[in-house]
């Protein structure tokens, strides 16, 4: 039997027992060899170091540190690092991408929950359920049996900002309902959007053409203020605003305006600053829904990232290419 490559967890401890339960710990150590009671919060521990000389895979999670240079000196035999969340932005470092080692995400895997959470919200908010719950509440007059004209899912335009994993994976749930999508994205030309199965329209064009936007594109300096206030005024009167993807992608003064004209309603997970500020009008908006960051995957779902990470780990210990690799040169635009 060949000899399991030695691996070590980089994040914060209590993420471990989390993100692989039993089930998954059991099996992702008879891949590799690794210890679950030694986790690098910290490269400097002494503790750490030791088995990091002899590390040639890091299991990185949330609360990772910064794999720089010196702890890459730390490491010479180290060849992999699988992630067991979305982005690797906040702890890989050029010097990471520079030495040849293989990273790979279990992106893929904590795209889908958003993407639940997003359909979720899309046919929610084409029923109205949000802003009729709000005002029941509020009025406690139940408006009686008649047929509610302008709302319902039937032949709803959706526009989707983004074929990140996220969007990709919304759109193929979006297939089997009523409802009518596109997308616009930079980085996709029309036949990438035949494939996907829906029209490409420039940004303007899908913004005026929605009753609901939802946002999935990465958080760059491109794409600060992406939705700003000259965006969210070619929306049309009474439709919807999704953001699960970054806060700073939307000027939320513009939108505040727009939510407190009554001309728009906002379903955010995502905020600029997260947290709000305990005096912001989106908590107090009837219009506004904000989550607390919690589309992604929480609770059980996240046994599903340990998992990736464990496949990717089979993968490795059989000589076989990754399912979810990272191509260091467009990092920067995934999402």
Known sequence: MPQRPVALFAMTAENVPRIFPPDVMARLRDAVDIDPTVVAEDFADPRVREVLAATEILVTGWGCPAVDEAVLDAAPKLRAI?????????????????RGITVSSA????????AEYTLAMILLAGKDILVSRERLRTERVHPGWEIVPGIGNHGRRVGIIGASRIGR?????????????????PYVDEAG???????LLPLDDLLRTSDIVTVHAPDTPETH???????LALMPDGSVLVNTARGALVDHDALVDELRAGRLSAI??????????ADS?????????????????????????GLAVTEEAERLGAGQPLAHAIDGDVLERTA
Do not use: M
Not at 169 to 185: A, C, K, N, V, Y
Not at 268 to 277: C, G, I, N, S, Y
Not at 281 to 305: C, K, M, Y
């Open 82 to 98: 699988l992630h067991s969340a979305g982005s690797v932005k906040g702890f890989t470092t050029p010097a990471v991408w520079e």
């Open 107 to 114: 992106a893929a895997a904590n795209a889908l929950p958003v």
């Open 169 to 185: 994976r919304l759109i193929e749930l979006l297939h089997p309902f009523d409802l009518r999508p596109s997308l616009t994205d």
């Open 193 to 199: 959007a035949a494939a996907l199965g829906v029209p």
């Open 225 to 231: 203020h992406l939705i700003g206030r000259r965006e």
């Open 268 to 277: 955010l997970d995502v905020t600029d600053p997260e947290p709000l500020p």
């Open 281 to 305: 009008p989106l908590l107090d908006l009837p219009n506004a829904f904000i989550t607390p960051h919690l589309a992604g995957s929480q609770g059980n779902e996240v046994a599903r990232l």
